[in-house]
């Protein structure tokens, strides 16, 4: 054979290397339910806060870079009522309205949803809890403010974005009643905690850089269960807690009528023929 001619096996190989692409995946997705999933980029950011220009907790130090290698879905709202008995077949909520966030969750509970999302054929697969530095990424959505919308000192610009103790009547709203963030997610301040996969640690030494859920080396309760995260305030708190940065720790099985949850959902790209 000439060796300028190449095996009709190998130049076939070749072809079908270079004529296949990644599809992109869609900036939305909405499954069988109604739940509308966005798009988050991958990207770096600064997570944490940083004390040369904002008050601080300890547990929210030391601020660090964190890369988000692969684009991934975050649910545009908090999982209402209204999805919560579609899949589970009742409803823990105090204040009872279907467009609600649902509430009264614990991390348990949040896990038992996403088991049960991702057996029905019919919604794609793929559910879970995001980390807590998919959480902080996506709220952020490329700032490094107190509150994606600035640092929260005009009581009008935080009563307008948050639902918090002093905004909320004493209750938790409608998801998508505020105003949503620049990449598309309502409600990522205020109205319900969102319990991510993280279980707690009392600072962020150690925390992996990756954007993967940190399980390691928990914070335990007395009886050895490992305590968990929840993220973004509540309509109940006051707006502090409601920060990009700030984090609460609690135990996996607690149920409170301030706790709720958003899910992730990974990304699966498609190979078609350029």
């Known amino acids: 054979m000439p060796p300028s001619v190449l095996p009709l096996g190998t130049l076939l190989v070749g072809l079908l290397l270079t004529g296949a692409s990644r599809a992109a995946p869609p900036a939305t997705d909405t499954n069988a339910l109604g739940m509308t999933f966005r798009l988050i980029p991958a990207g770096s950011f600064q997570m944490g806060c940083d004390t040369t220009r904002q008050r601080c907790d300890k547990g929210e130090q030391p601020v660090h870079r964190v890369t988000i290698a692969q684009p991934f879905y975050l649910?545009?709202?908090?999982?209402?009522?209204?999805?919560w008995q579609a899949v589970m077949g009742e409803n823990p909520s105090h204040f009872k309205d279907p467009d609600n966030p649902v509430e009264q969750i614990s991390w348990e509970d949040a896990q038992a949803f996403v088991r049960a999302l991702n057996q029905r054929p019919d919604l794609g697969g793929g559910y879970r809890l995001p980390s807590e530095a998919e959480w902080e990424y996506a709220t952020r959505a490329g700032t490094q403010t107190d509150y994606w919308f600035g640092d929260g000192e005009d009581e009008r610009a935080l009563?307008?974005?948050?639902?918090?103790?002093?905004?909320s009547h004493e209750q938790p709203h409608p998801v998508a009643s505020k105003p949503a963030n620049p990449w598309g997610l309502y409600e990522v301040h205020g109205n319900v905690w969102e319990w991510v996969a993280d279980c707690a640690h009392p600072d962020y030494v150690g925390a992996p850089s990756d954007g993967s859920a940190w399980t390691q080396d928990c914070?335990?309760?007395?009886?050895?269960?490992?305590?968990?995260?929840?993220?973004?305030?509540?309509?109940?708190?006051?707006?502090?807690?409601?920060?990009?940065?700030?984090?609460?720790?609690?135990?996996?099985?607690?149920?409170h009528y301030g706790f709720g949850l958003r899910l992730a959902r990974s990304v699966e790209t498609e190979t078609v023929e350029r």
């Open 75 to 83: 649910a545009e709202t908090e999982v209402t009522q209204r999805q």
């Open 159 to 167: 009563n307008r974005h948050v639902w918090h103790l002093f905004s």
């Open 219 to 255: 914070q335990r309760m007395r009886d050895g269960t490992p305590m968990r995260i929840a993220r973004g305030g509540a309509w109940y708190l006051y707006p502090n807690g409601a920060r990009s940065a700030f984090r609460f720790r609690y135990g996996p099985d607690i149920r």
